[in-house]
């Protein structure tokens, strides 16, 4: 898009100049917004993290500790 001209003091902006700057500045944002929801909705979505167990009593490997005696 070009630089749009600003009219020097004492020159008047004509109705239909104004109307045209607005149509553009929302088009403008509409086109960012649908950009912005299109990268977002394209972005990897989250993988669920693995919960470790529920905080209680830690396992122990029972297989090399008999039965009875701690560590």
């Known amino acids: 898009m ?11 902006m004509t109705m239909p100049t ?4 607005a149509f553009r500045h929302v088009n403008d944002e509409l086109t960012r917004a ?4 299109i990268r977002s909705a ?3 979505q989250p993988r669920s993290l693995v919960q470790p167990p529920a905080a209680g ?3 122990r490997d029972t ?3 008999p039965e009875g005696q701690a560590a």
Not at 18 to 21: P, S, V, W
């Open 2 to 12: 070009t630089a749009a001209r600003r009219p020097g003091p004492g020159q008047v």
């Open 18 to 21: 104004r109307a045209l700057r």
């Open 34 to 37: 649908s950009e912005a929801i």
């Open 42 to 44: 394209r972005a990897p």
């Open 57 to 59: 009593a830690p396992q």
């Open 63 to 65: 297989a090399t500790e």
